[in-house]
């Protein structure tokens, strides 16, 4: 899996939507109103949120639990803590709790954070995505095409010539 840079000015503890997004909150309430219509038709659990968190740390921490052959099941953790519960992600002592829930070491996943062992890894997936020109997420790129954003099976299917 990739990661981007999404927007990594967020300080740690967060930020209202409303002040990321000054002046266009009709902006906000079309992104929430297609997030709950994919949610419901991939029957996703979804909060809708007013809070974002820096993911750069997630990120990281993602790349160890990929090493650790478990990136799938890291992945489902943090969108269940982000997207459901709320929870702070950019916050070690949250992230630890998340790796133990599925079976890592708190005190390793404290380690790979604060040592930035996977930072070099992120950094290259960062510098990738502005060589491509991804400024949304999910992009996915196939043949020199792309699609940005959640989309239908039938545009996947587009997407790589299938229709």
């Known amino acids: 899996m990739r990661v981007f840079p999404l927007h990594p ?10 002040e990321m997004f000054a002046g266009r909150e009709a902006m906000i309430a ?3 109103t297609r997030l709950v219509q994919v949610a419901a038709v991939e029957n996703l659990p979804l909060m809708l949120r007013t809070r974002t968190y820096n ?4 990120q990281e921490l993602g ?13 489902q953790a943090v969108y269940r803590s982000y997207f459901v519960d709320g929870i702070n992600i950019a916050l ?14 708190p ?20 510098q990738l995505s502005r060589e491509l020109r991804v400024t949304a997420v999910p992009t996915h790129i ?5 699609l940005a954003g959640f989309a239908a099976y039938e545009d996947f299917e587009r997407l790589i010539g299938k229709r």
């Open 30 to 32: 079309a992104m929430q």
């Open 107 to 126: 005190v390793e996943a404290r380690k790979v954070i604060e040592t930035g062992s996977f930072a070099a890894a992120v950094d290259a997936d960062w």
């Open 55 to 58: 993911s750069r740390r997630a």
């Open 9 to 18: 000015e967020t300080p740690e503890m967060g930020m209202e939507l409303s």
């Open 142 to 146: 196939y043949e020199g095409k792309r």
């Open 92 to 105: 070690i002592d949250e992230l630890a709790l998340i790796a133990e829930s599925i079976g890592l070491s």
């Open 63 to 75: 790349k160890w639990a990929e090493s650790q052959g478990i990136g799938d099941q890291f992945h």
